[in-house]
């Protein structure tokens, strides 16, 4: 038990998935560190692509190298900085090394990152990409050109419960499905009744049945972090009193930490939620122990089923 | 002629009403009479992750998002055929960029706006 793939599809038990850090040079070696800092407590690691609009190290050559050394990569693919030719030719590539997990976003757009005079692309976008893949998942280029020797893909998407309008949310994440989507990973959020209302929204809808669904946990620090994301993160609202409480903490470290663990304890209590994706702005020992503490995750494995009835 | 006037005559009577950015291939009725080309990003399939709790769009905040609005009004505009109101939940295919600039309307006649890509699947 264990292989991601096989867990989007049994959900034997919470399937846990990670941030993996962005690179601005160095060499496998950096990466060799960062993969054994993840590897013995997550089933994945998402490769970003240009996060937040700033350039790094590409998706493609990171998910190859993670990949190599062990790890399983969520080569996460955007819409802004490339067009349908480009894109697919790094799905392609990237499969050709042995990537097969992939997840589907519009992206932020440039105006979000440090070149904000760069043109933005978006020749498709996120529920088009997410078909696209499912195309060269079942073995031709959009053009219907056939592809040789292809491998089947794992296909995820992304969907944000707390931007509006709430009732699209549920929709959307039904048409990405529907469009080849097994995985959803939920923006990040903190308001409460919003998530638990898109996840009644998506077991009616059937998406839950049919996609594992992934909201986000995140690690920070302190309430500047949280401000931060409240401020300069589109799609992110941090309510007032999630700040309040942080910032008045005697020790806004631990706080922090307790507040992420009480966020993954409530969106694991939900019923149809397949696992977490975690975060991580602290750089410390937080995801080993937030997953030590929920049990979670292949280090816990043998302990099954036993989260999802955890609250906060 | 009727080939280099149509789009001259299309752009007088949509772009004042719905800003119309002329892709060709005209989705208006699909997405509550508002023009999805006027979205920054272009995207034919629903709101990014980016609006604001206020329904603002990530780009130009000073605006409402153009998926809120075309929600909102694909909800409850009137006179609306109801297939309209629903296929706003339908998944678009990719633009087709070689269409841009041309008529909608003589592309709609002669098809030409519904092909799409071969190995294009859509959604189930």
Redesign the interface.
């Known amino acids: 038990m264990g292989a991601f793939d096989e867990l989007v599809v049994s959900r034997e038990r919470p399937i846990v998935t990670a941030e993996f850090p962005s690179m601005d040079g160095g060499d496998l070696d950096t990466v060799a560190e960062a993969v054994d800092r993840f590897q013995p407590y997550v089933d994945a690691v998402n490769i970003t692509d240009n996060p937040a609009a700033h350039a790094h190290a590409s998706n493609v050559s990171m998910a190859i190298a993670v990949k190599q050394l062990g790890l399983e990569p969520i080569m996460q693919v955007v819409c802004r900085d490339k067009n349908r030719l480009a894109i697919q030719a790094d799905v392609v590539g990237a499969q050709m090394h042995g990537v097969t997990s992939f997840c589907a976003l519009t992206g932020d757009d440039v105006t979000a990152g440090d070149e904000p005079e760069a043109r933005r692309v978006f020749d498709i976008d996120g529920p088009q990409l997410v078909s696209i893949m499912r195309t060269l998942s079942d073995g031709t280029y959009l053009s219907g050109r056939s592809l040789k020797h292809h491998r089947e893909l794992l296909i995820g998407a992304v969907e944000n419960p707390f931007a509006p309008p709430a009732h699209v949310r549920v929709r959307r994440a039904r048409m990405k499905v529907d469009s080849g989507a097994r995985f959803l990973q939920l923006q990040i959020g903190y308001e409460r009744e919003k998530l638990e209302a898109f996840v009644e929204g998506c077991g009616d809808n059937g998406v839950c049945r049919d996609a594992a669904i992934l909201p986000t946990v995140i690690l920070t620090k302190s309430a500047g972090a949280l401000r931060f994301m409240d401020s300069s993160v589109p799609g992110i609202h941090v309510p007032g009193d999630v700040i309040d409480r942080i910032a008045s903490a005697s020790d806004p470290l631990e706080e922090s930490y307790q507040l992420a663990r009480e966020q993954a304890a409530h969106a694991l209590s939900l019923p149809g939620i397949a696992g977490i994706h975690i975060t991580d702005f602290r750089h410390d020992d937080s995801v080993h122990r937030l997953v030590h503490d929920l049990r979670l995750g292949p280090a816990f494995s043998s302990e099954a089923g036993t989260t999802h009835t955890q609250t906060a | 002629m009727l080939r280099s006037l149509l789009p001259i005559v299309e752009h007088a009577v949509k772009g004042p009403v719905w800003d119309c950015q002329m892709c060709g291939q005209c989705v208006l009725h699909e997405t509550g009479m508002t023009c999805p080309m006027t979205c ?16 603002a769009c ?2 130009k905040p000073e605006m409402q ?1 153009v ?2 609005k075309a ?2 009004r694909a909800e409850n505009l009137p006179l609306l055929p109801q297939s309209w109101r629903d296929e706003i ?1 339908h ?5 087709n ?1 070689s269409l841009a600039g041309d008529s909608s309307w003589m592309n709609l006649v002669s098809g030409a706006d519904r092909k799409t ?8």
């Not at chain 2, 920054?40 to 329904?55: E, Q």
């Open positions: 920054p990003k272009t995207l034919r399939n629903g709101p990014c992750g980016g609006v604001a709790v206020d329904g990530e780009v998002c998926w809120v929600n909102h939940g998944l678009r295919a990719p633009v960029n890509p071969t190995g294009w699947k859509g959604s189930e």
